[in-house]
């Protein structure tokens, strides 16, 4: 019979204890937070709890995944997140204008969340398997693995989520090699190709541009969001408000103070200085991200690490520039932080492959 100690040696053999107590700081925080955010509702906050433990539980699972089995699973789940997509653009349920839910009989999901770990993941995969013989053909190759399922997302539209896997997937790109000169000549293009952009983009998503040079001119409207959450974050100054004391959050001020908006929320309650810890635990967990990507034994799993660490770090950085009014609000919460279970899930199992990349030092070629 194995005995408790060797159960519990099994268990966290493959978790990375510095990682995880980054990780778990967060999400304690998270939990209180969101107590706050939803008037003292502990049924709210049990909800957010149990998203916790499945996120969990499937980030175990991936840790303790031998890093082959990640590289044999790229295509599949990148095939498969590509039909829930296109699921979504034919049977997809509508909310608030926009069409990114699918049900699926037993719960409703989210397909593009699971594109933010495919995406990176089938583009790692590919250059892997042609690491030796790179060329100008192959990076574009991978930029089409890329743009295909951004098409989809932002046809959706969810411009929000289609940044960031369009990050996710530059990241990959970035790491694999490409030239300054071609990224240089993307930005450029880039540039150029804004007019034709603007006109692309749906009428709430130029308003949320336009709000952020003068969020005033539609104070009731369109630039409510930006500058309640404004309001928020300066109105807590140094040592913010105290706990459960936030006037923005408790008057009812301040929307979606349980998802996109949390940041407000802390901010307001502990200021400045509560501020900063927060800030010193995601740059603690992106830290330990990068001595990861750092001792990767594999091209893959720099690949796969790097993206995942760089991600993680846009992701805070933007929703917190999005609350804080220097960045157009685009509905990105904040990782770990914010209410949300498909969101929780996706991030814990990035953090599941990062823990099995420092866990298993070495590659099964496949």
């Known amino acids: 019979m194995i005995n408790k100690k060797e159960l519990q040696r099994r268990f966290m053999v493959h978790l990375d204890p510095i990682l ?15 107590y706050s955010a939803t008037d003292s509702n502990l049924l709210r906050v049990f909800g957010q709890f149990v998203n916790i433990l499945v996120a969990f539980a499937a980030m175990w699972i991936v840790a303790n995944m031998p ?12 095939i498969f997140g590509l039909l829930l997509l296109v699921g979504v653009a034919l049977f997809g349920d509508i909310s608030h204008g926009a069409r990114r839910w699918l049900n699926i009989g037993v719960a409703t999901i989210q397909p593009s969340e699971l594109m933010k770990i ?9 250059f892997e398997k042609n690491e030796a013989t790179l060329t100008l053909k ?31 997937g530059f990241y990959v790109l970035f790491l694999a090699g490409l030239s300054w000169r071609i990224m240089v000549g993307m930005a450029v293009a880039a ?24 969020p005033s001119q ?3 409207g369109k630039g409510y969001h930006t500058i309640q959450g404004m309001i928020a974050v300066g109105s807590g100054g140094i040592l913010g408000k105290g706990y459960l004391n936030g006037t923005q959050t408790h008057l009812d001020f301040l929307p979606e103070r ?42 893959f799993t720099r690949l796969m690490a790097g993206s995942i660490t760089l991600s993680f770090f846009t992701y805070a950085f933007v929703n917190m520039g999005m609350v804080s009014g220097i960045l ?39």
């Not at 635990?281 to 991200?289: A, H």
Request: hydrophobic share 60%; proline share 5%.
């Open 191 to 214: 540039a150029a190709a804004a007019p034709f952009l603007w006109s692309m983009l749906h009428d709430y998503q130029r308003h949320r541009i336009l709000m952020l040079l003068d």
């Open 20 to 34: 995880l107590m980054g990780v778990g700081l967060l999400l304690l925080v998270s939990l209180i937070v969101l």
């Open 258 to 299: 349980t998802t996109d908006f949390i940041f407000a929320v802390y901010s307001e309650e502990f200021g400045f200085l509560g501020n900063l810890i927060l800030l010193g635990i995601y740059i603690f967990v992106i830290g330990r991200g990068f001595v990861i990507t750092a001792n990767a034994s594999t091209y």
């Open 67 to 78: 890093l082959h089995y990640l590289m044999r699973s790229a295509v599949p789940i990148y």
């Open 138 to 168: 192959n990076y574009f190759v991978a930029a089409l693995l890329l743009l295909i399922p951004l098409a989809l997302i932002a046809r959706q539209p969810d411009l929000g989520t289609a940044l960031l896997i369009g990050a996710s």
């Open 218 to 220: 539609d104070a009731l």
């Open 328 to 366: 157009p609000v685009v509905g990105v919460p904040l990782p770990l932080v914010s209410y949300g279970g498909t969101s929780m899930l996706t991030l814990l199992l990035g953090f599941g492959m990062l823990m099995s990349i420092h866990t298993h030092k070495q590659l099964v070629k496949t």
């Open 118 to 126: 495919a995406v990176p993941l089938m583009m790692a995969w590919y």
